[in-house]
């Protein structure tokens, strides 16, 4: 069945660091891949999204690139700051109609000052 | 607007007892779904609904019943609890399927069945 791999965390990084979180997937036909961000307390939010192969989704200096070659949806921020501090999901569509999100473990990101 | 609500916040069950938990949207959504949060595993979609009167299994669907009279309410129930439901559970809506329409999850409810 279709899967989602996330590395596994936490990772712990200084404020303006580079960030990279790994997502890789095993799905059959074309899914659409997202990044959902979980805020320490809260429910899950949408972060960014890609619905086709080199579709790039970025939001709030977040980036992700949808690989088809290397099927893989990694997470990227150039300088990160302490409220970026959060839980990160990888997912995608279940199923071709759409209907059924399959999420990654998650991965939690700290950011010191 | 409230967005999505779940009530309670905490619950703690005995083996054997039942409960529901209670989602509320007021955005007019018609996908509404549950997911259960487990350490490690991300969030498993338990339940879902593409309208009211029409609900459908998701991957983990055991132990578990839905019901969607309303547009704006999808309760979840335990039957009859057990340690394995010990979990973080999520409600979500949207405008319709989630591969075209953002989710929006509730602040969640922790269960703890003893």
């Known amino acids: 069945g279709d899967s989602v791999t996330q590395m596994e965390g936490p990772v712990t990084l200084s404020e303006e660091a580079f960030l990279t979180i790994n997502c890789t997937y095993t799905?059959?036909?074309?899914?659409?891949l997202f990044w959902y961000v979980q805020y320490p307390g809260e429910g899950l939010q949408l972060l960014l999204k890609?619905?086709?192969?080199?579709d790039k989704g970025s939001n709030k200096g977040f980036e992700a690139t949808y690989r088809k070659e290397t099927t893989s949806f990694h997470l990227e921020k150039g300088s990160v700051q302490v409220s970026d501090s959060a839980v990160y999901f990888c997912?995608?569509?279940?199923?071709?109609?759409?209907?059924?999100?399959?999420f990654g473990g998650g991965t939690r990101l700290m950011v010191k000052p | 607007n409230a967005g999505v609500t779940q009530t309670p916040k905490f619950q703690v069950l005995k083996t054997g007892q039942s409960m529901t938990l209670q989602c509320a949207q007021d955005?007019?959504?018609?996908?509404m779904s549950w997911y259960r949060q487990d350490p490690g595993m991300g969030l498993r979609l338990i339940h879902y609904?593409?309208?009211?009167?029409?609900?459908d299994q998701g991957e983990v669907p055991n132990g578990y019943n839905v019901s969607r009279s309303t547009t704006e309410d999808f309760p979840l129930r335990l039957l009859s609890a057990a340690p394995s439901q010990t979990s973080v559970y999520f409600c979500?809506?949207?405008?319709?399927?989630?591969?075209?329409?953002?989710?929006?999850f509730g602040p969640g409810t922790r269960l703890t069945v003893t």
């Open positions: 609904s593409v309208g009211a009167g029409i609900t």
């Open positions: 890609a619905t086709k192969a080199d």
């Open positions: 799905a059959t036909g074309y899914p659409s």
């Open positions: 979500a809506s949207s405008y319709s399927r989630p591969s075209d329409y953002e989710q929006y």
């Open positions: 955005m007019n959504h018609e996908y």
């Open positions: 997912a995608l569509t279940h199923n071709n109609a759409g209907n059924m999100l399959t």
